[in-house]
């Protein structure tokens, strides 16, 4: 009898521990490793097609915004230069630039689908991809020229895509990580990055609509009502300028996310 209670004792322990292994496997060892590879994949594609940012001449907001050759001879050079972001958009034609924050981690392209869903889960190859990848809002101008270009990319552990942004929320960390580049066709921009702000998904931050120069000057308003905190820009001189916001998901509360807000020098 003891012996039978004994065996059973043992199958169930054999059974119990078996079942913790293939939990184990599927829900931390495979998901893991699927995740690894994707990141090693991702990270090879990002390295064959990484522009050389700090030798990109820089262009201002004024010059990208009006750059007209002067006579047709100037056109045709121009357009035989190739753009800085070439390589990129021949692994995937949705490229629109790469952002590069210096010190900070995020170095990656940015792309602009039809939808600002697609590229929550798909690489640079277009495939499916648990990272995803830097995406400006669809509803924005391809060419940053709006006066809010908003870039969303996931948070995740490792300091991986947009997570670096979270640490803005000391304002130290912006004190030292102050300037960001966005290398686009035109060539490299310099961005200044001035507020932080934890808003709601649905927040007017994400406004991408401006009719007037009522309309620039109340959202600049309510950006510097709304931060956490800012620097000494004034909502009229934001008004003149092109923003730019990072956004990814914090998780201060259900649906919180973290903006970091620039302009365009």
């Given at each position: 009898?003891?012996?039978?209670?004994?065996?059973?004792?043992?199958?169930?322990?054999?059974?119990?521990?078996?079942?913790?292994?293939?939990?184990?496997?599927?829900?931390?060892?495979?998901?893991?490793?699927?995740?690894?590879?994707?990141?090693?994949?991702?990270?090879?594609?990002?390295?064959?097609?990484?522009?050389?940012?700090?030798?990109?001449?820089?262009?201002?907001?004024?010059?990208?915004?009006?750059?007209?050759?002067?006579?047709?001879?100037?056109?045709?050079?121009?357009?035989?230069?190739?753009?800085?972001?070439?390589?990129?958009?021949?692994?995937?034609?949705?490229?629109?630039?790469?952002?590069?924050?210096?010190?900070?981690?995020?170095?990656?392209?940015?792309?602009?689908?039809?939808?600002?869903?697609?590229?929550?889960?798909?690489?640079?190859?277009?495939?499916?991809?648990?990272?995803?990848?830097?995406?400006?809002?669809?509803?924005?101008?391809?060419?940053?020229?709006?006066?809010?270009?908003?870039?969303?990319?996931?948070?995740?552990?490792?300091?991986?895509?947009?997570?670096?942004?979270?640490?803005?929320?000391?304002?130290?960390?912006?004190?030292?990580h102050r300037q960001g580049y966005l290398v686009t066709?035109?060539?490299?921009?310099?961005?200044?990055?001035?507020?932080?702000?934890?808003?709601?998904?649905?927040?007017?931050?994400?406004?991408?609509?401006?009719?007037?120069?009522?309309?620039?000057r109340e959202y600049a308003e309510?950006?510097?009502?709304?931060?956490?905190?800012?620097?000494?820009?004034?909502?009229?001189?934001?008004?003149?300028?092109?923003?730019?916001?990072?956004?990814?998901?914090?998780?201060?509360?259900?649906?919180?996310?973290?903006?970091?807000?620039?302009?365009?020098?």
């Amino acid at each position: 009898m003891k012996k039978g209670i004994l065996i059973t004792i043992l199958l169930l322990l054999l059974f119990s521990g078996a079942y913790a292994v293939y939990r184990y496997r599927q829900e931390v060892y495979l998901p893991e490793k699927r995740m690894t590879s994707a990141l090693d994949k991702q990270e090879k594609l990002f390295d064959r097609v990484r522009p050389d940012v700090e030798n990109i001449p820089i262009v201002t907001a004024a010059d990208s915004n009006d750059i007209q050759p002067a006579t047709a001879s100037e056109a045709a050079a121009e357009a035989s230069v190739p753009s800085p972001v070439e390589e990129v958009r021949e692994v995937c034609s949705d490229a629109v630039g790469w952002l590069y924050v210096p010190d900070t981690g995020i170095d990656y392209p940015v792309v602009q689908g039809e939808d600002n869903s697609f590229y929550l889960d798909h690489g640079l190859d277009r495939e499916s991809d648990p990272f995803g990848l830097p995406f400006l809002d669809c509803r924005c101008a391809g060419d940053f020229s709006g006066y809010t270009s908003v870039i969303y990319a996931h948070n995740f552990e490792g300091m991986l895509m947009f997570a670096p942004v979270g640490l803005y929320k000391d304002s130290s960390y912006m004190d030292s990580h102050r300037q960001g580049y966005l290398v686009t066709d035109k060539g490299r921009q310099e961005i200044e990055f001035f507020a932080y702000l934890t808003v709601p998904s649905d927040s007017p931050i994400y406004n991408t609509v401006f009719i007037t120069d009522k309309d620039r000057r109340e959202y600049a308003e309510l950006l510097l009502r709304t931060a956490a905190y800012h620097s000494s820009v004034t909502a009229e001189e934001l008004s003149a300028k092109n923003l730019i916001l990072l956004s990814t998901c914090t998780f201060e509360y259900d649906e919180a996310r973290g903006v970091l807000a620039g302009f365009f020098k």
